[in-house]
T-cell receptor, first 113, second 114 residues
Framework: QQQVKQSPQSLIVQKGGISIINCAYENTAFDYFPWYQQFPGKGPALLIA?????SEKKEGRFTISFNKSAKQFSLHIMDSQPGDSATYFCAASTENTGNQFYFGTGTSLTVIP | KAGVTQTPRYLIKTRGQQVTLSCSPISGHRSVSWYQQTPGQGLQFLFEYFSETQRNKGNFPGRFSGRQFSNSRSEMNVSTLELGDSALYLCASRWGTVGNYGYTFGSGTRLTVV
């Protein structure tokens, strides 16, 4: 059972555009929602994370929007750049699951110049 | 500050063999988790270790095992390798096990079973 569902599977955006990746979860006990960025040949790197007590968190060009009632959260990349081309994973966890992270299936983002 | 170091980076093994992968966490990090990454299944949790104790285990067969040493370094072992074990194995570390916050991942060990 996929605890975190991520869409779209792939995304192509023009340079300067906005990239939006969506995730949905079922387990209401989840209380930590990170986004990871992975480049080919590298491990995932923590990009930004949010907890359910806030609806939005912004760090530079990256923003997480969180909708607790809908059990959804999304990553917005503003002014997308070719260097942002990577695979993005959302994840969710709770201390009750022994710090196990449940990852989405990933979104391959391509930013074309 | 050195990151999470995984060795070796690449491995080719024959079906039926066993393999041991190594992970050195960031200095001071005592919690180490392992994940398997495949194109079909994505990132799947294998196990977490803290202070040499396995604290949580994912839904993998007993052929997958691990351990953690007193210096927080960790190893995972896969016995009787199957073709389906071909994957990128990722190690991740963080300071402690209490509290909910992110891990730092290594670059992984790419295992190919032939």
């Amino acid at each position: 059972q996929q605890q975190v569902k991520q869409s779209p599977q792939s995304l192509i955006v023009q340079k300067g555009g906005i990239s939006i990746i969506n995730c949905a979860y079922e387990n209401t006990a989840f209380d930590y929602f990170p986004w990871y960025q992975q480049f080919p040949g590298k491990g995932p790197a923590l990009l930004i994370a949010i907890r359910p007590d806030v609806s939005e968190k912004k760090e530079g060009r990256f923003t997480i929007s969180f909708n607790k009632s809908a059990k959804q959260f999304s990553l917005h990349i503003m002014d997308s750049q070719p260097g942002d081309s990577a695979t993005y994973f959302c994840a969710a966890s709770t201390e009750n699951t022994g710090n196990q992270f449940y990852f989405g299936t990933g979104t391959s983002l391509t930013v074309i110049p | 500050k050195a990151g999470v170091t995984q060795t070796p980076r690449y491995l080719i093994k024959t079906r039926g063999q066993q393999v041991t992968l190594s992970c050195s966490p960031i200095s001071g990090h005592r919690s180490v988790s392992w994940y398997q990454q495949t194109p079909g299944q994505g990132l799947q949790f294998l196990f977490e270790y803290f202070s040499e104790t396995q604290r949580n285990k994912g839904n993998f067969p007993g052929r997958f095992s691990g351990r953690q040493f007193s210096n927080s370094r960790s190893e995972m072992n896969v016995s009787t390798l199957e073709l389906g074990d071909s994957a990128l194995y990722l190690c991740a570390s963080r300071w402690g096990t209490v509290g909910n916050y992110g891990y730092t991942f290594g670059s992984g060990t790419r295992l190919t079973v032939v």
